[in-house]
């Protein structure tokens, strides 16, 4: 069985459904993921803002526009009146549920709840549109198997078992549909994966059913070199190794979720970066085979902060980087990037929840600096340390960019860069001139 994930511009209208449902249907036994139609989530997150505020004026005006354009998509989508008044009476359902929230307290219970109704949407009209067509499709409920333990990591063997459960009772169909993004959390409550991790949806899938592929099918034709959004003349990478894909989409490629890469590297699955808008373009195929001796990509993660702990009394005393981490980790704040000196360190969050509190805690080591709005810019490749001359040319690309922090060593293939934020682009554009 294969896994083919679609993301939300790929089902972003009834035309774009249709389209899907021809790539889907190819003679293979596949289990198709949905993200919710583009838009609708971050639709969902102004909804549940209201509410938070009371503001029931806000909500409904949302609510009733999106119900406008679903039951447009719902018109076009279907040819017969049967299936519209079906796909109608589905889109009335799931909107009569989230106004139902209006009129009670709201809580992350509730928001969660609304936040789920894009994918149970999309999930719902493209199945109806394939049964429309003939076709005998099920749809496999992610509420039913998609589950977080209570660190908020996936629960794999929970995930394995009701997956292969169903599948075994639903028994042999054309195709199997399921939503990206939801799942429960350990107290049975829905709950989801974190924005864009319907790709961390496909991956688990995958990982649980021994998938023999998994397909992320975008709006573009594979992983790119650079940032498009940033950058002109960006290539598709043909071949990408599972620690290079993980890199990348940790660092800031868009294109994948950041913990999506894990599962189908643990299950040696090999996983490929498709586009809906121009499927034979080959893509990127991610797997375990290494490309050596290239510079592969680069990519940059935003929203990032540095802090820098300086202390006279660092030189010889063992102990101070624990002291240091055990902070952050008391404020369960992951730490991104690490570099030393004589007289300090300093490191990198991505989560300032708790920034004040642990500027706080470290002023008993030492002096504090922070500077916010910073970016990573990552270079991928096969960096090892008997190559000569990669650090002379990232560094010659960007001689007229302030470098506030240099990390390089802790993999193979990952040198990465602190620069602030208004010199991104500056930073990724001569990146793409000089090494690619
Ligand atoms: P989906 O809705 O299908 O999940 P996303 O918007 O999450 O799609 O990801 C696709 C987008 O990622 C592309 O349209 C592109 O703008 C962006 N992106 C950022 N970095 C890269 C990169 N290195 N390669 C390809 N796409 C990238
Ligand atoms: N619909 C969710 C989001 O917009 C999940 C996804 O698309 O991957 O974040
Ligand atoms: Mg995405």
Redesign the pocket.
């Known amino acids: 069985m294969r896994v083919m994930k679609?993301?939300?511009?790929?089902v972003g209208s009834a035309d774009r459904m249709k389209e899907v449902a021809k790539l889907v249907l190819d003679g293979k036994t596949n289990i198709v993921v949905l993200?919710a139609m583009?838009g609708t989530t971050n639709n969902l997150v102004e909804i549940a803002n209201y509410l938070y505020k009371n503001n029931n004026d806000g909500a409904n005006e949302i609510i009733s526009q999106m119900e406008r354009k679903y039951n447009s998509e719902v018109d076009a989508l279907y040819a017969t009146t049967d299936y519209k008044d079906k796909g109608r009476e589905l889109v009335r359902n799931h909107f009569d549920y989230i106004k139902s929230f209006t009129k009670d307290v709201f809580t992350v219970f509730e928001e969660k709840t609304i936040l789920a109704q894009g994918e149970l949407l999309s999930t719902g009209m493209f199945n109806f549109y394939l049964q429309e067509c003939g076709i005998k499709s099920e749809l496999l409920p992610a509420l039913d198997y998609m589950r977080i333990d209570k660190n908020n990591e996936p629960d794999t063997s929970y995930i394995r078992e009701n997956l292969t459960r169903i599948l075994e009772e639903t028994g042999k169909k054309d195709i199997y549909i399921t939503q990206g993004y939801i799942c429960r959390n350990a107290f049975g409550e829905i709950d989801n994966l974190q924005r864009?991790g319907?790709?961390y949806s496909a991956s688990l899938i995958g990982a649980a059913i021994d998938a023999e592929e998994i397909q992320?099918?975008?709006?573009?034709d594979?992983?790119?070199?650079?940032?498009?959004?940033y950058v002109e003349n960006?290539k598709s990478i043909a071949e990408l190794s599972f620690d290079e894909a993980a890199e990348?989409a940790y660092f800031?490629?868009?294109?994948l979720h950041p913990t999506s890469v894990l599962p189908a590297k643990l299950a040696n699955i090999p996983v490929r970066l498709l586009n809906t808008m121009d499927p034979k373009a080959p893509g990127t195929r991610i797997s375990g085979t290494e490309t050596k001796g290239r510079i592969t990509?680069v990519?940059a993660k935003d929203g990032i902060t540095s802090i820098r702990i300086k202390s006279g009394r660092m030189l010889l005393a063992y102990g101070f980087l624990r002291k240091v981490f055990e902070i952050f980790e008391s404020y369960k704040t992951p730490i991104d990037m690490v570099t030393t000196s004589e007289v300090g360190v300093s490191v990198t969050i991505d989560n300032n929840r708790h920034l004040d509190d642990i500027i706080d805690d470290l002023k008993k080591f030492g002096t504090v600096d922070v500077e916010t709005d910073q970016v990573i810019i990552c270079v991928v490749g096969d960096l090892i340390k008997q190559h000569k001359g990669y650090a002379n040319r990232i560094f010659d690309a960007l001689k007229e960019v302030p470098l506030h922090m240099i990390s390089y060593g802790g993999s193979d293939h990952n040198i990465s860069l602190v620069v602030a934020a208004d010199y991104k682009k500056e930073a990724l554009k001569a990146l793409s001139a000089k090494l690619f």
């Not at 800031?252 to 294109?255: E, P, Q, T, V």
């Open positions: 679609f993301g939300g511009t790929s993200s583009a864009g319907s790709d992320i099918w975008t709006d573009i594979g992983m790119h070199n650079n940032d498009p959004r960006t990348l800031g490629a868009k294109i990509a990519a």
